[in-house]
């Protein structure tokens, strides 16, 4: 399973900027996807996470300005993000908990993108 994440940029303070990640490959089911972030120096940490009967979860940092959504036959899952902090900024990750064909269930990352939000 890869997962590719799109989206991350540049923006002011009180801006919005909008996440994509699409899985592929060799996919019998995603059970959650969710999206982490990690600023320099600091661990990973999780944003929102959302089930594959659409139940999201959010970090208490980030309640009612992001929201997560996904689509099961696409197997993709975004995360819109409003009013957007200067401790926004981190690099994003996506993740989806999956079972792919002939394997177990699995944790799979994308490769991360960068979300600068400038004072």
């Known amino acids: 399973v890869q997962l590719q994440a799109s989206g991350g940029g540049l923006v002011q303070a009180g801006g919005s900027l909008r996440l994509s990640c699409v899985a592929s490959g060799s996919i019998d089911s995603i059970k959650v996807m969710a999206w982490y972030r990690q600023a320099p120096g600091n661990q990973r940490e999780l944003v929102a996470i959302i089930t594959s009967g659409g139940k999201p979860t959010y970090a208490d940092i980030v309640k009612g300005r992001f929201t997560i959504s996904r689509d099961n036959a696409k197997n993709t899952v975004d995360l819109q993000m409003n009013s957007l902090k200067p401790e926004d900024t981190a690099v994003y990750y996506c993740?989806?908990?999956?079972?792919?064909?002939?394997?177990?269930?699995?944790?799979?990352w994308g490769q991360g993108t960068q979300v600068t939000v400038s004072s």
């Open positions: 993740n989806a908990g999956a079972w792919s064909r002939g394997s177990s269930y699995k944790s799979y």
